[in-house]
């Protein structure tokens, strides 16, 4: 595996990526592949640390709180992208995301999660920490936006923050 430093060498690649859409699976016995556009990478407590955010209404919260590895890959630039607008619309809970995308998975080297195959690049992550969103501070603007009348929850359907520290990362 990598160093630190290499694997930081990859983040400008899932940087140019995560607005277009990167996938996060989980440990556990179903891979579903979802859809994020959000994320962050650095160091805390010493770590090379990846942070995802995850709405709580989301079938990937449930998979997620019943596992501590997940793995970010990052489609190749312009790549994937039906399977991307699929895995970002469709619940798990109701879709075979696997029967219905054609899309496979890539086995972990890590410990991590199983990938999905054919991507750019590969963040292998376990979990650490966990915070739940508080939006009493969060600016205005931002809370509208992002939590405000129009989500699918009366609380605006928060998202919960994983600390996933980095056990590798890797090109595709």
Not at 65 to 83: H, N
Request: glycine share 12%.
């Amino acid at each position: 595996m990598m160093d630190e430093k290499g694997m930081f060498s990859l983040v400008p690649q899932a940087l140019e990526q995560l607005p277009h859409g990167v996938f996060l699976t989980v440990g556990g016995e179903r891979w579903n592949p979802m859809t994020i556009g959000w994320a962050q990478f650095g160091v805390i407590w010493g770590k090379p640390i990846v942070n995802v955010l995850v709405r709580r209404s989301r079938y990937t919260h449930s998979l997620l709180e019943q596992t501590d590895v997940f793995t970010i890959s990052v489609p190749k630039a312009g790549g994937l992208a039906d399977e991307l607008a699929y895995c970002g619309s469709h619940s798990g809970r109701n879709a075979d995301k696997r029967a219905e995308t054609g899309l496979t998975p890539l086995p972990a080297r890590a410990g991590g999660a199983d990938g999905v195959a054919g991507c750019g690049c590969y963040f292998e992550c376990r979990v650490v920490e966990k915070l739940f969103e508080d939006h009493s501070e969060l600016e205005k603007t931002l809370h509208a936006r992002y939590y405000g009348a129009n989500q699918i929850t009366p609380d605006g359907d928060p998202h919960d923050v994983y600390f996933g520290e980095l056990l590798a990362a890797y090109p595709g």
